[in-house]
């Protein structure tokens, strides 16, 4: 299992933009990186998933290097609702694939 | 999207009884399920493994005769904590991989909040 290390928290105001970056230094050849978002007293919400070079959706960009021991997530213009915990896993796209969270970073944006 | 339910979303119990949580995937089949604990200010540990039609897999440390966990359906998982104390309070999740499909591999519950008092 890939072991991430992520910031313990960031701050951050409306309207900026927010990068979060990932380390998975082990990261094996068939894993793929995934931004998991959490709200408080919430599951974790999927956001991003990669495996190199960059991809783009309507929520986040995930930047990752061509090493690919680390990633790094963005997030455009946040807003107060983006306040959250923000989780990278690392790991194979294998659906019985058993998710292991580290610590996550705890994004407080302010207004 | 794929949707998975718990229930209930939060259950009060006094000390010594037991808690039955209940896990759907709403639209799709899930003959793997994976139940989680989040304590405050700390992050998701994974608890277990349910499979459908099998003896659920335990992470190291959970006591599998206190967390019993059920697959009966292809649907639905249960997790029963068995006499519930003070410091089984805490955030239950499950999640259900969704095979097959580009991009997102799990979705998650909105959790159980148990307070066992």
């Known amino acids: 299992l890939a072991k991430t290390t992520q910031p313990i928290s960031m701050d951050s105001y409306e309207g900026q933009e927010v990068n979060i970056t990932c380390s998975h230094n082990?990261?094996?050849?068939?894993?793929?990186i995934t931004w998991y978002q959490q709200f408080p007293s919430q599951g974790p919400r999927f956001i991003i998933q990669?495996?190199?070079t960059k991809v783009t959706n309507e929520v986040a960009s995930l930047f990752i290097p061509a090493d690919r021991k680390s990633s790094t997530l963005s997030l455009p213009r946040v807003s107060l609702s983006d306040t959250a915990v923000y989780y990278c896993?690392?790991?194979?796209?294998?659906?019985?694939?058993?998710?292991?969270f580290g610590s996550g970073t705890r994004l407080l944006v302010r207004p | 999207g794929a949707v998975v339910s718990q229930h209930p979303s939060w259950v009060i119990c006094k000390s010594g009884t037991s808690v039955k949580i209940e896990c759907r995937s709403l639209?799709?089949?899930?003959?793997?399920m994976f139940w989680y604990r989040q304590f405050p200010k700390q992050s998701l540990m994974l608890m277990a493994t349910?499979?459908?039609?099998?003896?659920?897999?335990?992470e190291q440390g959970v006591e599998k005769d206190k967390f019993l966990i059920n697959h009966a359906s292809l649907t639905l998982s249960t997790l029963t904590v068995t006499s519930a104390h003070p410091e089984d309070s805490s955030f239950y999740i499950c999640?259900?991989?969704?095979?097959?499909?580009?991009?997102?591999?799990?979705?998650f519950g909105p959790g159980t909040r148990l307070l066992v008092l």
């Open positions: 082990n990261i094996a050849t068939n894993d793929y």
């Open positions: 349910s499979n459908e039609g099998s003896k659920a897999t335990y």
């Open positions: 896993l690392v790991g194979p796209r294998d659906s019985s694939y058993k998710l292991i």
């Open positions: 990669g495996y190199k």
């Open positions: 639209d799709f089949q899930a003959t793997t």
């Open positions: 999640s259900a991989p969704l095979s097959g499909r580009a991009g997102e591999t799990q979705y």
